[in-house]
C-alpha cells in the first residue's frame, strides 16, 4: 500500500514562498506520475501541477504557472512543489497524488484529472495572509 505523507505547509505573507514536499513509502515511487492538487474552504478540489515517473515532463495548471515548479528526487521517494510570490487565492490544503500504473505516454491534460490518481496524502494547509 502506498502512503504519501505531504509537509511544508504553513502561514505565509502574500509575496512569500513555502516549499512543500510530499514523501512516498510503500510502493516503487520511480514508476509513479505524481500530481500536486489543492482544495480551498468552499471549493472543489483542483489541479495544480504534475510530473512524470522520471521528471522529464511537467504540466501545470494556469494558476501555478511562473510561480510553482513542481521536481522529485526519486532517490529520496519525494516530490516537491516550491511556490513563490504567493497569493491570498493559494491558500488550501494542498494534496498530492500518486498515479500507479503511470500510462504509458505522458499526457498533460489527462494528469490534471484527479480520477487518474491511485493514491492521496492528507494534505498540508496553505495560508497565505494579505
Known amino acids: 500500500q502506498v502512503q504519501l505523507v505531504e509537509s511544508g505547509g504553513g502561514l505565509v505573507q502574500a509575496g512569500g514562498s513555502l516549499r512543500l514536499s510530499c514523501a512516498a513509502s510503500g510502493g516503487t515511487f520511480s514508476s509513479f506520475a505524481m500530481g500536486w492538487f489543492r482544495q480551498a474552504p468552499g471549493k472543489e478540489r483542483e489541479f495544480v501541477a504534475a510530473?512524470?515517473?522520471?521528471?522529464?515532463?511537467?504540466y501545470y495548471a494556469d494558476a501555478g504557472k511562473g510561480r510553482f515548479t513542481i521536481s522529485r528526487d526519486n532517490a529520496r521517494n519525494t516530490v516537491y512543489l516550491p511556490m513563490n510570490s504567493l497569493k491570498p487565492e493559494d491558500t488550501a490544503v494542498y494534496y498530492c497524488a500518486a498515479d500507479n500504473p503511470t500510462p504509458e505516454f505522458w499526457n498533460g491534460p489527462s494528469m490534471a484529472v484527479a480520477d487518474e490518481y491511485d493514491y492521496w496524502g492528507k494534505g498540508t494547509l496553505v495560508t497565505v495572509s494579505s
Open positions: 510530473i512524470s515517473w522520471s521528471g522529464d515532463n511537467v
